[in-house]
């Protein structure tokens, strides 16, 4: 069932099968307004350092992994999304829309899957014919076969693979991964206050350019619920 008017489009609510053709039409009705086919999807300015092509390199695979790497794959598909690409997220089951939102992510160029059970890859295949950007996160370990078709499909329609979870469920290692760690909230004193902000450490790596590391500190989020640079303890309002 698609829903317009401002919330994402949304498609197998409940578990059970995934009806492909709904999501291979779904695929052939967005491709014609995606972004222009350059090279590179645009990332928020803060997360640049942190991908060696300073964007989302088209045929790539990203694993965002660590605790708040949700909060990451929203922050890295923001820009994108704001620039016009159609987004795809499958089998991710606490997404916020309003935390969705704060990080730049068009709701109107959204598609969510929810509960594909052991069809999720079926409805990241069908997304990726004409998606730019697809998100998912397994349910469990992926079985090899199904990653390398995924990956190969990814590559061959120039489109982004983000997956989101453990190292684990993904064997197959990612053109770039970001680990989230060591996250510390921001704004309670002694059990009062109000949260203001999430500090974390983001580390890349990867292959080709990717594999020298890279470290940065980050607000995931700020009080204003967007990915900012950590300039001092406290992230400035409304940024």
């Known amino acids: 069932m698609f829903v317009n008017g401002g919330s994402p489009a949304t498609l197998a609510r409940r578990p059970g099968p995934v009806d492909g053709?709904?999501?291979?039409?779904?695929?052939?009705r967005v491709r014609p307004t995606a972004a222009?086919?350059?090279?590179?999807?645009p990332v928020a300015g803060p997360l640049v350092?942190?991908?060696?092509?300073?964007?989302?390199r088209r045929g790539s695979v990203v694993h965002c992994?660590?605790?708040?790497?949700?909060?990451?794959?929203?922050?890295?598909?923001?820009a994108a999304s704001a620039a016009g690409s159609w987004c795809g997220l499958v089998g991710v089951e606490d997404l916020g829309a309003l935390a969705a939102a704060g990080y730049g992510v068009d709701l109107r160029r959204l598609v969510v899957v929810r509960?594909?059970?052991?069809?999720?890859?079926?409805?990241?295949?069908?997304?990726?014919?004409?998606?730019?950007?697809?998100?998912?996160?397994?349910?469990?370990?992926?079985?090899?076969?199904a990653v390398r078709s995924l990956v190969a499909r990814a590559r061959r329609q120039g489109a982004v693979l983000?997956?989101?979870?453990?190292?684990?469920?993904?064997?197959d290692p990612a053109d770039v991964h970001l680990v989230v760690g060591h996250p510390r909230w921001q704004g309670l004193d002694r059990g009062a206050?109000?949260?203001?902000?999430?500090?974390?450490?983001?580390?890349?790596?990867?292959?080709?350019?990717a594999c020298r590391p890279v470290a940065r500190e980050l607000w995931l989020p700020t009080d204003s619920g967007r990915v900012a640079p950590c300039t001092d303890d406290r992230p400035a309002a409304g940024t």
């Open 162 to 171: 983000v997956v989101v979870g453990p190292r684990s469920a993904w064997p």
């Open 65 to 78: 992994s660590g605790e708040g790497a949700l909060s990451l794959t929203l922050a890295v598909v923001g």
């Open 115 to 145: 509960a594909p059970g052991a069809q999720w890859a079926v409805a990241v295949g069908r997304l990726l014919e004409g998606v730019d950007v697809v998100a998912v996160e397994p349910p469990g370990r992926a079985r090899p076969q």
């Open 193 to 209: 206050g109000r949260l203001v902000g999430r500090r974390v450490r983001v580390e890349t790596h990867g292959r080709g350019m």
């Open 36 to 41: 222009s086919r350059t090279r590179l999807l």
């Open 21 to 28: 053709a709904d999501l291979g039409a779904l695929a052939s």
């Open 49 to 56: 350092p942190l991908l060696p092509d300073g964007g989302l």
